[in-house]
């Protein structure tokens, strides 16, 4: 991915200033786009007409844009719009609006559902040219915009200011929805989540009467528009308007130094990528080796826990795949680096009788990385680079997928490794690209009130993603029929899904499925909102009937009007 020099962001960032001085005001006030600078090209007119350019159904883009990373989902609208600035979101869902058309918001394509590309949808809001990055000293906080790529939003913050924000491996989604969802990564456990760090969100809505305004919302205790700034903390995307910019400063920030206002990535990180082939396993020690990484997290995951510098990618891949592969990465920079990283893989190995190897072929969010068989020290943007650039599987943009997830607060249930081992090891079953994704999660997370933010799941040690990828249509019903199987079985005792109590807190909006709300698969008598939002969810309601009270900013799992 091409980076940003210092000097261009710099130059990007007077300008901003320059023009928009008086646009903010007050925090909550209307927001304008900032006026180009003085002597800034213009650009073609024909490239940006104002509004953005619209592409219709004889324009031989629009079956790109009609989907995203997930080929299951296809939108037929009668036209999708490039937004490039507020103004042009403006004019875009005012025309929608007066049209009576049914809009949906996309900034990397990366939904595991159907929120962007259903066919009630007739026009696309495309934001993903929207891809600045720079620091706006009015809030001493940096500005994101939402068509970035993840990968792009790091090196932009680390090579222009030494600063970055906690979030995921996958280096091309896009912040617009990792950000509102709540976002996360590898360096969660140590600094939270990318919601927590959230200052500010400029978003375009809609009142009762169908006016278009484009509001900025702060966290500061006195901005009247603070509820809306807390929904876009892990309220979801598509709920609430067109969020048209992000602003970040950590919340015990001080000063007016930009490399002071957002945390600081490690200088360097001690990684290790491992492999453990499936003919090194039996049932026991399969059962073992899974119950290692529960017990493990159940133990570390303190806030305060020495190993909140660590975190860890699990990817237990069916047999059909040929092993097992994790990627664990620990701050260097803390006394006993070294040492904390050796207990981890002695501790998630002990009593398996496994002999991990070298991960020389790529499986899941996990590229190849053979020369990390014996840890080794790395610059934190490098490996960063390493793991989240060149995982084929999850980024394929020609494959379909199917997606469950599950926060964990206790460690696997002796019938839940039972249940994973039988469907993972199915001799019948032979799709290589199947997994069950156990990321790190708990430390920092956990050090934030539940009602803080709308990220509710703020008491758990583990996350966990089902997923599967496959080609054709005509293998829909079989890998989506596998795939409910092993998640109903796996949580048969909670009705199906993982009910919020001691052992599990519910399922992640960034990885959303319908089939929480489908009573034939979630009979746990909890709603999907239940699941998603927990006690956050009335509030979530308050928002959208002050926000959106004509329900233009809907999908499969959207926030309903209370």
Not at 327 to 351: K, N
Request: aromatic residues 10%.
């Amino acid at each position: 991915m091409t980076g940003v020099d210092r000097r261009t962001l710099i130059a990007r960032g007077a300008a901003a200033v320059g023009g928009a001085a008086v646009a903010v005001g007050l925090p909550g006030a209307a927001f304008a786009d900032p006026a180009p600078a003085a002597g800034a090209a213009a650009a073609p007119a024909a490239a940006a007409p104002r509004g953005g350019v619209t592409i219709r159904p004889d324009d031989p883009r629009y079956p790109l844009l009609t989907t995203g990373n997930n080929q299951r989902f296809v939108a037929r609208p009668d036209y999708v719009r490039m937004i490039r600035s507020a103004a042009d979101a403006e004019q875009a869902l005012s025309e929608a609006v007066q049209a009576g058309k049914r809009v949906s918001v996309r900034s990397g394509g990366h939904c595991f559902a159907d929120f962007t590309c259903n066919p009630e949808i007739e026009v696309i809001l495309d934001l993903s040219e929207m891809t600045g990055v720079d620091y706006d000293p009015r809030f001493r906080a940096f500005t994101v915009d939402p068509g970035c790529r993840l990968l792009n939003v790091y090196e932009a913050l680390y090579k222009g200011w030494g600063v970055t924000i906690p979030g995921g491996i996958c280096y091309s989604v896009g912040a617009g929805g990792h950000i509102a969802g709540g976002g996360y990564g590898l360096l969660s456990r140590a600094h939270g989540l990318v919601a927590d760090h959230l200052y500010a969100v400029q978003v375009v809505v809609v009142d009762e009467r169908g006016k278009v305004r484009t509001v900025v919302a702060t966290r500061e205790a006195n901005d009247p528009n603070r509820d809306l700034w807390w929904a876009h903390t892990g309220g979801g995307g598509g709920n609430f308007g067109i969020v048209t910019k992000y602003w970040f400063r950590s919340p015990d920030a001080t000063g007016t130094d930009p490399g002071q206002q957002l945390i600081a990535p490690p200088s360097e990180v001690l990684v290790s990528a491992v492999d453990i082939p499936w003919d090194q396993l039996t049932q026991a020690s399969f059962a073992r080796l899974l119950q290692n990484f529960g017990a493990w997290h159940e133990k570390n995951s303190a806030p305060d826990s020495p190993y909140r510098h660590l975190s860890s990618l699990f990817n237990v891949s069916s047999k059909a795949h040929g092993s097992l592969g994790m990627f664990t990465q620990v701050d260097a920079t803390v006394p006993g680096a070294g040492q904390l990283l050796d207990d981890y893989l002695t501790a998630i190995t002990a009593g398996t009788g496994v002999t991990p190897q070298a991960l020389t072929r790529p499986t899941g969010e996990l590229p190849a990385m053979p020369q990390l068989a014996a840890p080794q020290r790395l610059p934190w943007l490098q490996a960063t680079r390493l793991v989240g650039t060149n995982n084929p599987v999850i980024t394929n943009p020609t494959s379909r997928g199917g997606h469950k997830s599950a926060y964990m607060r206790r460690n696997f249930t002796d019938q839940q490794v039972a249940t994973l081992y039988r469907h993972l090891s199915d001799p019948g079953f032979t799709n290589p690209d199947t997994m069950l994704v156990l990321f790190s999660f708990g430390g920092q997370v956990n050090a934030v009130a539940q009602d803080a933010t709308a990220n509710a799941q703020r008491g758990s040690v583990f996350k966990m993603c089902f997923q599967t990828f496959w080609a054709d249509e005509s293998q829909d019903d079989f890998y989506l029929g596998w795939l409910r199987d092993l998640y109903e079985d796996f949580f048969v005792s909670t009705g199906g899904v993982p009910r919020p109590g001691a052992d599990t807190q519910g399922c992640y909006i960034n990885y959303p499925d319908r089939d929480m709300d489908d009573p034939r698969y979630n009979r746990s008598g909890v709603p999907w909102s239940t699941l998603y939002y927990q006690d956050n969810y009335p509030r979530l309601q308050q928002v959208k009937r002050r926000w959106d009270p004509s329900d233009h900013f809907r999908h499969s799992l959207s926030v309903k009007l209370p």
